[in-house]
């Protein structure tokens, strides 16, 4: 899996290395380094300047910020890497 974070001007400006930063805890927290990764991404061409454009694998542009990151992380990584039964 991996997770792109927009780094451009604009979600930079909107925290995106608070979100990195979240999501790099996440994935220290549940030892998912062989499962998950995080790449730095241009412009994907959602500004909304109301959080940092985060997409996983092919998916959908989302956007995290530094308060939602973490749950974000819970709902779609994982709820998809490590079910509950």
Request: avoid cysteine; aromatic fraction near 22%; glycine fraction near 0%.
């Given at each position: 899996m991996v997770i792109s974070v927009c780094i451009g001007t604009a979600c930079h400006l909107e925290g995106s290395y608070n979100v990195i930063a979240a999501?790099?805890?996440m994935i220290?927290?549940?030892s998912l380094h062989d499962s998950v990764k995080i790449k730095a991404a241009f412009c994907m061409g959602h500004c909304t300047h109301q959080g940092v454009c985060v997409k996983i694998d092919s998916g959908e542009v989302q956007s995290v910020t530094g308060t939602t990151?973490?749950?974000f992380f819970q709902e779609n990584v994982l709820a998809v890497l490590k079910p509950q039964n």
């Open positions: 999501f790099q805890q220290e927290k549940y990151a973490k749950r």
